[in-house]
């Protein structure tokens, strides 16, 4: 460039008008200078890379304590951590061939050394065979033992040795506050294990279960949770479960701040029922409902009992279910409004209330017949 410019300074032999001459001087002085003082950069950070201080200081750049504190929850919880992967069988429709094709992944954590692995229920939804990849690379088939989409959880478990196993210690959602640290690890899109970290950002959120169940007193957090991580473990400071990753709220598909985990005492006590059943015990009336959507064309405020099963919790107390008459019309029987003073309006509600409540616990319900209200105490069985 410098020499078009000193090859422009003359014109058929002439020397170019005198203003613009000089301006063209002044241009090549400053373009000179500034490669000079590029060059002089670049030499002076090379010359600094290489100094025998930087390389030791380099060396020994000593880390907070915040930071070592990390990489060894992360180095210890880790281990923990699985990756999980499932595949359905499909047929071809020309040749009838079976064929097995992905399904989806996710991650999960072990449980405890019987080979137990916790992780999201729509991980392995659909799936005809599941493999599991633990921390030393070893892939073992899984079966599944339980699960409760009503929470989007499920137990798996795996043949594996005990010094393979390194089950997490788990910790307590009750006392978590807004703001204190925590730490996510999973395999989002497929990497090997991820840290990301973040803040509780808020707490008793709800959100929907892929049953379209609610899901009370979930964690919402913004350590980043993308596809892959799901079903892996949410961490205190101190490397306990205080929560398994679940869902995220976002327009792309991927991560955008907020993410969402259920509490770890909704899991502990959900996963040993899983693991003892293959199923959740939970607390019941022992009756079965008209649909929601039915009630609502009805234009009735609360749930409608449909049936009820003889012996039950609700026979004993005296509820009374619809009645078809001989004319083929229906008559109502009880409608339940309300328990423990608190609205119910529909099934979402019920569910959400008994499963704050233990089999054997006794509750008021409120019910109302012939337009007229009134209590009745219950003892809540179990059901399956």
């Known amino acids: 460039m410098i020499l078009h410019m000193s090859q422009a300074l003359f014109t058929q032999g002439r020397i170019m008008h005198p203003p613009v001459f000089f301006l063209l001087i002044l241009v090549l002085i400053v373009l000179i200078s500034d490669l000079q003082s590029v060059a002089a950069t670049q030499q002076d950070a090379a010359n600094v890379e290489t100094h025998p201080a930087f390389l030791h200081f380099a060396a020994n750049q000593p880390l907070s304590a915040e930071e070592l504190k990390t990489i060894a929850v992360f180095e210890k919880a880790a281990k923990s951590v699985a990756y999980i992967t499932n595949t359905a069988v499909r047929r071809d429709l020309w040749s009838l061939n079976t064929f097995e094709v992905p ?36 892939t073992h088939d899984a079966r599944v033992i339980g699960v409760d989409p009503d929470h989007d959880l499920a137990v798996l478990q795996v043949n594996a040795s005990q010094k393979q196993l390194h089950p997490l210690d788990i910790g307590n959602s009750q006392n978590l506050r807004v703001g204190q640290h925590v730490l996510a690890i999973g395999n989002p899109f497929g990497l090997d294990h991820t840290l990301t970290t973040g803040v509780v950002s808020a707490l008793g959120r709800s959100i929907k279960s892929i049953n379209d169940r609610t899901i009370e007193g979930v964690i919402q957090t913004d350590a980043a949770i993308n596809p892959g991580s799901s079903g892996g473990p949410l961490l205190n400071s101190s490397g306990q479960l205080i929560g398994v990753n679940t869902q995220i709220i976002s327009p792309s598909g991927t991560f955008a701040g907020i993410g969402f985990a259920v509490p770890v005492n909704i899991v502990k006590r959900i996963v040993p029922q899983l693991i003892q059943y293959g199923k959740v015990i939970r607390p ?97 069985q179990a059901v399956q």
């Open 103 to 138: 399904q989806g992944s996710g991650s999960g954590f072990i449980w405890n050394t019987k080979g137990h692995i916790v992780t999201n229920f729509h991980v392995v939804y659909g799936a005809d065979s599941i493999q599991v990849i633990l921390d030393d690379q070893s």
């Open 284 to 380: 019941g009336l022992g009756i079965s409902l008209i649909p929601d959507s039915i009630a609502s064309r009805w234009g009735i405020r609360g749930i409608v009992i449909a049936r009820i099963q003889p012996d039950s919790a609700a026979a004993k107390a005296g509820l009374k279910s619809l009645e078809e008459l001989r004319s083929g019309r229906i008559r109502l029987g009880d409608v339940i409004v309300s328990i423990d003073s608190e609205a119910v309006r529909n099934y979402d509600d019920l569910a959400t209330i008994l499963d704050r409540h233990n089999v054997g616990d006794h509750i008021k319900l409120g019910v109302r017949r012939n337009n007229k209200e009134r209590t009745v105490k219950i003892t809540l």
